[in-house]
């Protein structure tokens, strides 16, 4: 077999076309989820989750997280206050896949520590995010934790 410009050509091209066509399937493969479904709105309240943030910032004590492997469960800690009630939403967010996610509310009443239990949660790096009032203040914190 002579080697030509066409015979060059031909095989240029076939493997240009068999690399996009690898390089469309490997895109397709890849979950491409957004971190929030509504970005717009929260960037429109990001002044409010700044400012939650500074709150947090200004507590002497922060609020702690131990994951207790054995019992299954993560205590969180708030900063103790005899007098208001400490209440909020926390979010274990997956990194990898939003459809892991797990939300829960409490409200610990005079109480300053909340059992969340995480025996039936996937193994893995996990966001907490702890969005919570105590008294007229909102505060939000964001600890990461291995399970």
Do not use: C
Not at 90 to 96: A, K, R
Request: aromatic fraction near 14%; proline fraction near 3%.
């Amino acid at each position: 077999m002579k080697f030509n410009w066409a015979t060059g050509l031909t095989i240029f091209f076939t493997l240009f076309v068999a690399t996009l066509a690898f390089i469309l399937y490997q895109s397709r493969q890849v979950h491409d989820s957004l971190v929030v479904e509504n970005y717009y709105d929260e960037d429109l309240n990001y002044q409010s989750h700044y400012d939650k943030k500074q709150n947090t910032a200004d507590l002497t004590v922060k609020v702690k997280m131990e994951y207790n492997r054995e019992a299954g469960q993560i205590l969180i800690t708030f900063p103790i206050d005899s007098v208001s009630v400490t209440s909020g939403t926390i979010l274990l967010f997956n990194p990898y896949s939003n459809k892991s996610d797990v939300k829960y509310d409490f409200n610990l009443g005079k109480e300053a520590t909340y059992k969340l239990p995480v025996k039936n949660i996937k193994p893995g790096r996990w966001k907490l995010k702890i969005d919570w009032k105590r008294g007229e203040k909102l505060f939000y914190q964001e600890e990461e934790i291995v399970i």
